[in-house]
Each structure stands twice: as structure tokens, then as C-alpha cells.
């Protein structure tokens, strides 16, 4: 039997997550499948930030500047459990190649990009505030600036997206992958084929490849006239992971390396541990074998020892990640210097048309949405205004004060420091949670701080089939339970069969 829709998305990271809400909140029939889990690839390897992305005022990319400025408000709006406000120091050393004029300058202009704003201004340091720079090495430096930006759980936000799409009548499903698009003279069939060996077949008046650095093998299935026109240029960012020393400041810090990349250090979870990152280097090779090779490692040791007066090695790192940005190709040499802006390109297939991205922005996948929504009229028919800059994402309906207010009030019988995490991870929707912990069985712990309760909404509402969804990207607790804790959570998904119906996809 063959079913039918309006869109059929490919892809379940944030872009793919993005159309399919934009477009069932539309009115449309939408359908979106995804490979893997949801965000397992690109959407959940990047540096985490919502942010107007000040090096690209250096290549001019204002506008795109200015677009992702405008979104970190938005997200601020609709996501305010996921997305938090963070101030980022950058040092200005002597040594460096940009004086520390032009980087105020810089600063000024990415303020008046971003309007008005609930977030402070930028600015300078003065040397009574010498304490919050402590940490660096004090030779050479010449000024301390500070602006603000946003970080996000990149995971949860996609989950999130597509959560509320669920919400609004979409088919969302995971371990669900596209194996063949046919023409046809009403549209576009779609083969599936899930974890257990089922195929599905759904015919779409339009298909959406959002296969992020899979785009092209996806537009591949479509043929090669199709696949000729998504050509992309895979560039590797790595992360590398560590404890926060003692004293560890609350702030990001912006580092100029000295081949004028700038470098990330970020407090992650509660200033527990800091995220330092990221590189950018030419990717050869299927995109899921991207890993932090031992270069792209030292590179990073090498650019926070460069600064830091406590310096770091390769012992000191708990986690990495990599992660491949599926950028268009322009041509560029320098992976650096490849345009961050996305690409979309429709074309008729049979009696459908086919929509691929190319490229993009966590902080831009609203207003990449809207665009391929706007670029897909002639497809569809007139649709509906855009909606999604004022509706809350799954979870975003309290602010962070408020949500502080709702841990708090929750149930007793849940212990504190859960149901905090809880609020800050699933937002409003804690509340869910706390209502299946009033069950006692629902309360016993399977590991430490990892109730039943979690894990049956990971299992029932949030799609998780291994233990790898829920540890790494319905939660981070991989990077807080010990092994022994991991195979606990791992036993329980075992015990029931969930695991196993994926094993051959994963
Ligand atoms: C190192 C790094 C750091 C970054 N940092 C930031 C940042 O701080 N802020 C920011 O705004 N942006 C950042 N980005 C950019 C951002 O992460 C990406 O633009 C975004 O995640 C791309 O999302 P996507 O949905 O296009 O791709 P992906 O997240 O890769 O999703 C594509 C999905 O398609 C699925 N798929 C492929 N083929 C099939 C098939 N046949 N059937 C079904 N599914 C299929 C895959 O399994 C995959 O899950 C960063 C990127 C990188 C690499």
C-alpha cells in the first residue's frame, strides 16, 4: 500500500526538524524519517551556540550576521529552557594580529547588528575587574572585551522541533531510512526502510533532502541531474572536552588564535566541565568516520595553553567530539574562509519537486525554514503566513526564571537535584515527569540520578531506542554516570528489546 503527504522530509537534524514543524503548522501532511536518531550527526557535534558568529564579519557576511542576531532573540523567546545567555570575554593581546581597535570595532557593529536586544551590550573590562581574567596569562595583555551570545543543547533542540511537530499531526519516525526516491506523474515515492526490515512506501507532492553532509548521496537517489546540482564541501570541526579547573570562570572566552581562527572555551553543565573548539579542516571520506583526530587535539591544547595560565594535556580530556559542516562548495581553499550561508535548490522530479539544503546555521534553521516553506509555494499552492517566530518549542513555555520557580515547587518525592536537571533538559515539560514519578515504581533509581520515570518518557515520547539516545542526546548524562552506571542504563534498555530492533541500523 502506498500512503500519501504533502512533504516528505529526509533527515531528522535541525533543518529537516525545522521544515517539518514549519510545514505541518501550515496545514500541510508532513512526514519526516531520519536514518539514525534523531540529531545524531552534525546537529549534535556542534559548538553549541546560538549566536550571530562575529568572525563572519570579517568576510562581510553581514546579513547573515544580522539574520542570525535577529533568530538569537527568537530562540531566547521560544526555547528558553535550551538556549541561555552567556557573556564571552575576549582577550586582546599584544601579540596579535588584530589590534584591539578594530575588535572593539567589531563588537560596536555586532551590537548594532543585533538591535534591540534583551541581552547587554558589549564592552570593555577596566583594570578593576582584573579577578574575572585571573585565569589568563597576564604578559601581553592589553584588553579584556566582553560580549554576549547564547549557548544551546543542540540535541534537545532538534528533539524539541520535532516534538512539536508530532504535536501538530506530523509523521516523525527515527532508525528509519530513505532507500529509493521514484518519480511518479502524481509525485515522488518514497521507500523506507526501518531498523527491523520494514519497508513503507509514501508517495509526496514534495520531498525534502535535509541529509545535512548526506545530502548528496540522498539527491543521488533522486539521479544524477539531481545530484549534481548538491555539491558539497565537507569541513571537520573537532571539540575537545575538560574539567573545569577550581575557580573556573562562569564566562565563555572568545580566544584569537595566532592563525587568526578564533577558538571557543565554553562552561558546560553547570561550569562543571569546558568545551574548547573548534577546528576546520577539509573532510575526506564518508561523513560518519569524522572523529578529533590527535592534530586537530594538540591544536586546541595548544590555543587554550596559549592563554590560560593552568595549562592542559592530553590526560585532561574526558570527551570529544567531531563533527562535518555539509557546506556548499564555493571554491574557497580555506575552509575558514567557505561561506556559512545556506543554499536551497528546488527542482521538478516526475510530478513533484525536490528540495535540497545545503549548509546553514543551527541559529538560522527557523528562517531556512521559512525560506524553503516560501521557495515551495509554487509547488504547493499558497500557504498560510509563517508562524513559528512566536510558538513555543516543545517544553519552551516558562522562562528560566520560571522554571527555577517549577524544580523548586516539584514533587517531594523526587530529589532536588533531579528534578532541576529535569526542568532545565525538558523544560515545561518536566511536568510530564513529575507526574509519572508520584508512581512509587516509577521512582526507583536505575542508576544514580536516572529514575524509571525518565526512561519510560525517553522510550515513549521521545523516541529514545538505545541507551546511546537517551544518555548522549535526549540527556548528557554520558558525560556524568560513570561506566558502570552507562551499563546499567544500557541493561535496562536491553531488557527491553528496544536495543535490539535498531542494532542493524546503527
Ligand atoms: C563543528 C561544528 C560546529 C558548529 N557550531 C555551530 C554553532 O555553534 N552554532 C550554529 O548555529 N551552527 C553551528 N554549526 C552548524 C550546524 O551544526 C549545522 O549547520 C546543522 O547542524 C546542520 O543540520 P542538518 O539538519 O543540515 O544536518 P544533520 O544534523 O547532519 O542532519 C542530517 C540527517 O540526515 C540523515 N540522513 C542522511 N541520509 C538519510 C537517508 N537516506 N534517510 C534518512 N535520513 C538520512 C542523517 O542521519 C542525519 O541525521 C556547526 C557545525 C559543525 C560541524
Redesign the pocket.
Given at each position: 500500500m502506498v500512503e500519501t503527504c504533502d512533504l516528505f522530509v529526509?533527515?531528522?537534524?535541525?533543518?529537516?526538524a525545522a521544515i517539518a514543524r514549519d510545514a505541518v503548522g501550515r496545514g500541510l501532511r508532513v512526514q519526516l524519517?531520519?536514518?539514525?536518531d534523531y540529531?545524531?550527526?552534525?546537529?549534535s557535534?556542534?559548538?553549541?551556540?546560538?549566536?550571530g558568529g562575529l568572525r563572519y564579519l570579517e568576510q562581510f557576511a553581514f546579513a547573515l550576521v544580522r539574520e542570525s542576531l535577529h533568530e538569537r532573540e527568537v530562540m531566547l523567546r521560544v526555547a528558553p529552557h535550551l538556549v541561555r545567555p552567556l557573556r564571552f570575554l575576549l582577550p586582546v593581546m599584544r601579540h596579535q594580529p588584530r589590534p584591539a581597535w578594530t575588535v572593539h570595532l567589531g563588537l560596536r557593529l555586532y551590537d548594532l547588528l543585533a538591535g534591540r536586544t534583551g541581552l547587554p551590550r558589549s564592552g570593555r573590562l577596566s583594570p578593576e575587574q582584573a579577578d574575572t581574567w585571573a585565569e589568563l596569562k597576564p604578559d601581553d595583555i592589553r584588553a579584556v572585551l566582553h560580549y554576549p551570545d547564547c549557548q544551546v543543547d543542540?540535541a534537545r533542540l532538534v528533539l524539541s522541533l520535532l516534538l512539536d511537530a508530532r504535536a501538530r499531526g506530523a509523521v516523525v519516525r527515527n532508525y528509519?531510512?530513505?532507500?529509493a526516491l521514484t518519480p511518479g506523474a502524481q509525485g515522488i515515492e518514497v521507500t523506507t526502510q526501518s531498523g527491523d526490515g520494514a519497508t513503507r512506501r509514501v508517495r509526496a507532492r514534495v520531498v525534502v533532502n535535509?541529509?545535512?553532509?548526506?545530502a548528496d548521496?540522498?539527491a543521488a537517489l533522486a539521479g544524477a541531474e539531481a545530484a549534481a546540482a548538491v555539491r558539497l564541501r565537507l569541513v571537520r570541526?573537532?571539540?575537545i572536552v575538560v574539567r573545569a579547573p577550581r575557580g573556573a570562570s562562569a564566562d565563555a572566552y572568545t580566544l584569537q588564535n595566532d592563525d587568526r581562527r578564533v577558538v571557543f572555551v565554553l562552561p558546560w553543565l553547570d561550569g562543571r566541565l569546558r568545551v574548547i573548539?573548534?577546528t576546520d579542516v577539509v573532510h575526506h571520506g564518508a561523513p560518519e568516520t569524522a572523529v578529533c583526530t590527535d592534530d586537530e587535539r594538540d591544536y586546541l591544547l595548544a590555543a587554550y595553553n596559549r592563554f590560560f595560565r593552568a595549562t592542559i594535556d592530553k590526560a585532561d580530556i574526558v570527551w570529544s567530539w567531531a563533527?562535518?559542516?555539509?557546506l556548499a562548495d564555493d571554491g574557497k581553499a580555506n575552509p575558514s574562509a567557505v561561506s556559512r550561508e545556506y543554499r536551497l535548490d528546488a527542482r521538478p522530479l516526475g510530478g513533484g519537486t525536490l528540495l535540497s539544503?545545503i549548509?546553514?546555521?543551527?541559529?538560522?534553521h527557523r528562517t531556512l525554514a521559512e525560506e524553503a516553506l516560501a521557495l515551495l509555494e509554487s509547488s504547493l499552492g499558497p500557504l498560510p503566513p509563517s508562524w513559528t517566530a512566536s510558538a513555543p518549542l516543545a517544553g519552551g513555555l516558562l522562562s528560566r526564571a520560571d522554571l527555577d520557580l517549577m524544580w523548586r515547587a516539584g514533587p517531594d518525592v523526587v530529589p532536588a537535584d533531579i528534578r532541576r536537571r529535569w526542568a532545565f533538559t525538558y523544560g515545561s515539560d518536566a511536568q510530564e515527569l513529575f507526574a509519572r514519578a508520584l508512581e512509587p515504581a516509577a521512582r526507583a533509581a536505575v542508576a544514580p540520578g536516572v529514575l524509571h520515570a525518565e526512561l519510560d518518557h525517553a522510550v515513549q515520547v521521545e523516541d529514545a531506542r538505545r541507551a546511546a539516545d537517551f544518555l548522549c542526546r535526549r540527556t548528557t548524562l554520558h558525560l556524568t554516570l560513570d561506566a558502570d552506571d552507562r551499563s546499567r542504563v544500557a541493561a535496562w534498555f536491553a531488557a527491553r528489546g528496544v536495543g535490539d530492533v535498531v542494532q542493524a541500523e546503527a
Open positions: 529526509i533527515g531528522g537534524g535541525v533543518n529537516g524519517a531520519e536514518a539514525r540529531a545524531w550527526a552534525t546537529s557535534a556542534s559548538s553549541k551556540l546560538i549566536h543542540d528509519c531510512r530513505v532507500t535535509a541529509g545535512g553532509p548526506w548521496a540522498v570541526g573537532s571539540h573548539g573548534t563533527g562535518v559542516r555539509p539544503v549548509g546553514g546555521k543551527l541559529t538560522t
